[in-house]
């Protein structure tokens, strides 16, 4: 069956504005199958939310989806249906789309694109005869989809339209064929099957709760609280990881007890008869490519990196870059400036840059203008200085806002508002680049083991400079090869104090030991962390992590949904699948050759940009560790003070007051040297997330903790 567009089945209601009459149609019902032509008894709507639910916005489009399968006599009505779905603030917009067959309703909330974008937005919902498609999605390399799915290219079909077409031909294995950022919903009308899917980025969010012998599926936690008769209560094990700082600790648990997040690179199916099935379709590896010398191979990732960003530009207006003076995302913008001064592309691209002060750990603004002068044109800053760290902490009311917020929402609101403000509504950045193109030190580990001792001590006096010495180096090169019976004898003369994995967190002190161990939080992030993935090396094992883990999705959603509030899609080309398998078979020597990071990507960028930007640097730039202390000392402290005692989490059991003065107390006097200075952020937003979930009615159960006022 060909493409068919989504108001063919059903019944139609279209109102305009609120208080519009309507008039509808109704399709004859028919029981079983339909013959061919034949619709099944559907209604189809599109109906305008009230004006409380509306933001509006002339950026990009902005997706909510809602479905509700098999809950019977307990489903939701019409309205309290759409006022579900608008209740997701921000990822809500001005119509609503809606298919009825009881016993499932679906919903599609959308704002219009702007005029002639050329990309692919609403309609994000499709229907045939057999299958209804929701999708949130952007998909790339249209012309290679099309072609295997025979669809005319010319015809412009929508992202759902095509998804619709991937399914009809390719069943659950569609996705694997699929390159984009997407969050899509399929209903089978005949099996009355309910398939789910994320992109392995996370850039899209999706939910599953099984509600009353159902399913719900939603883009937004809010839209499940407001379901009729759903009483959403607070996942203290979540929330209690976030508060801990123990990010990696958390798999697909959310905030909201029995409700979680659709892993990125996962499928789901359901049905009324069969239990939720989830299963993962994203493998990162490197198979099927060919060996290349190192020359060859920076060739090809400089075709692979200009594909990958040409895709990605905007149809119509500019396409900001949001470039640092580093490695990653001045190779994004160097690709970008090749493909448009070359002719392969009549894109635009605009610089949209973070400046900092002299003297700042983050600043690279000389080398931002070195890079604008090579190719002629002109930065657009914003002052990272007086960017706020903590801009919503006082708006944190709705389930959506987690009791996690990434630390640098504000400068992502204040890159999406200057690029916004230049007329573009998609934005382009360099995430990806840390774990494909370079390695942290736990590669010492996998010399060690092939028996390159004296290469890896090497490495590592160049790297250390002689700051942690012999115990550095047996941490990164030795500790990851130890048998458990040897860290059980060394944890055991240790006085049961356990050696620290890589990338593992201190549960900052200030944390109830019970409930680190009734929620085992430990014992997760083992399972969890860059120890417990797959892999014959330790390099594999940290890009699987990188690529796999959750958290990185859950940030990826908080980041993509910051920019969406100005009206800007942000999109990663580094995170490209041609790019992500090529990365992942070069040698580790290329990503880390004693403190010498991200060679490939250097070499692929010579000749389009300036030497001096892509010669080794004896230390990191561009982090943003000065803007972090500096807020959380002046901004921080000021909030702690004002929400400490920190009631809500200390009622919940979570924290002892008192042991979190002194840790306030400590860094008030100590400053960087205190360890867990970002434990207390993760504190202060939980804090902050929890006591507004008081404020509007949740209880928690009490387990009061001592108390202390500052």
């Known amino acids: 069956m060909g493409l068919c567009a989504s108001d063919q089945v059903g019944g139609e209601r279209r109102v305009d504005a609120v208080g519009s009459r309507c008039s509808r149609r109704r399709s004859p019902s028919h029981a079983g199958r339909p013959a061919s032509g034949v619709t099944l008894a559907a209604r189809s709507a599109v109906v305008a939310l009230s004006s409380q639910h509306v933001r509006r916005s002339c950026g990009r489009d902005v997706t909510a989806i809602l479905g509700v399968f098999e809950t019977a006599a307990f489903g939701p009505g019409e309205r309290a249906f759409c006022d579900a779905l608008g209740s997701a603030l921000g990822r809500a917009g001005d ?25 692919l937005q609403p309609p994000s919902f499709a229907v045939d005869d057999d299958f209804v498609v929701l999708a949130d999605a952007t998909l790339y390399y249209l012309p290679d989809l099309c072609r295997v799915l025979g669809v005319r290219v010319g015809a412009n079909p929508s992202a759902s339209q095509l998804i619709l077409s991937a399914f009809r031909k390719y069943g659950v294995g569609c996705v694997e064929h699929l390159e984009g950022d997407f969050a899509l919903l399929i209903w089978d009308r005949h099996s009355r099957r309910v398939f789910c899917a994320r992109d392995f980025t996370g850039r899209r969010p999706l939910f599953l709760a099984p509600w009353r012998g159902g399913l719900v599926v939603a883009t937004s936690l809010d839209s499940i609280a407001a379901l009729p008769g759903f009483d959403p209560q607070v ?29 990125a690179g996962h499928t789901a199916q359901w049905s009324a008869n069969e239990p939720l099935i989830t299963k993962r379709f994203w493998h990162p590896s490197a198979k099927n490519v060919e060996p290349m010398s190192f020359d060859d191979a920076a060739v090809h990732l400089r075709e692979l990196l200009t594909t990958a960003v040409t895709e990605r ?20 913008f160097a690709a970008g400036m090749h493909a448009i001064r070359n002719g392969t592309s009549n894109g635009e691209l605009v610089q949209v840059c973070r400046s900092h002060p002299r003297g700042d750990s983050g600043r690279e603004d000389e080398a931002i203008d070195e890079i604008g002068r090579w190719w002629g044109v002109t930065p657009h800053w914003t002052d990272a200085q ?80 002689g700051k942690e010495g ?80 959750q958290f990185f999705a859950r940030v990826n959603a908080k980041m993509a949904g910051f920019a969406l509030d100005h009206g800007v899609e942000l999109r990663s080309p580094l995170l490209d699948r041609r790019i992500v398998r090529f990365a992942l078979s070069r040698p580790a020597e290329e990503r880390n050759n004693a403190g ?67 840790a306030v107390t400590r860094y008030r006097n100590e400053g960087a040297a205190y360890p867990h200075a970002e434990s207390l952020y993760c504190t202060l937003q939980a804090e902050s997330w929890l006591s507004a979930r008081l404020t509007v009615g949740m209880s928690v159960r009490p387990r009061r903790t001592r108390g202390h006022a500052l």
């Open 95 to 119: 119509r609503v789309r809606l298919q009825i067959e009881p016993p499932a309703i679906l919903g599609v909330a959308h704002r219009a694109p702007e005029p002639a974008s050329g990309l």
């Open 235 to 263: 996942n203290l094990a979540a929330v209690g990881s976030d508060a801990a700082g123990l990010l990696f600790a958390c798999d697909d648990e959310t905030c909201m007890r029995g409700v979680s997040s659709l892993r």
């Open 313 to 332: 530009l905007s149809r119509s207006g500019p396409t900001a870059v949001w470039m640092s003076g580093g490695r990653d995302s001045t190779a994004v």
């Open 386 to 465: 007086h960017t706020p760290l903590f801009p919503g902490i006082r708006n944190r009311t709705r389930w959506s806002a987690e009791a996690f917020a990434p630390p640098f929402e504000g400068l992502t609101r204040a890159l999406a508002r200057t690029g916004r403000a230049l007329g573009s509504s998609i934005a382009l950045d360099g995430y990806g680049g840390d774990f494909l193109f370079q390695v942290s030190r736990v590669y010492l580990s996998d010399l060690v083991a092939r028996g390159r001792v004296t290469r890896a001590l090497r490495d590592w006096r160049a790297m250390d400079g």
């Open 470 to 549: 012999l115990r550095g180096f047996f941490h990164y090169g030795m500790q990851p090869l130890l048998p458990r019976w040897a860290t059980t004898a060394l944890r055991a003369a240790r006085g049961n104090q356990s050696l620290r994995a890589s990338m593992q967190r201190t549960t900052p002190p200030w944390i109830d030991d019970r409930f680190v161990r009734q929620h085992s939080l430990t014992e997760r992030f083992a399972a969890l962390g860059p120890e417990g993935q797959p892999g014959p090396s330790a390099v594999e094992r940290e890009a699987q992590f990188y690529l796999t883990h």
């Open 596 to 662: 010498d990071h991200k060679r490939l990507l250097r070499a692929a960028m010579h000749g389009l940009l300036p030497e001096s930007v892509l010669a080794p640097r004896p230390a990191k730039t561009g982090t943003l560790t000065s803007y972090f202390a500096q807020h959380m000392r002046n901004e921080g402290l000021q909030l702690l003070t004002q929400l400490l005692p920190a009631t809500a989490l200390a009622d919940a059991g979570i924290i002892d007051s008192t042991e979190l003065a002194r």
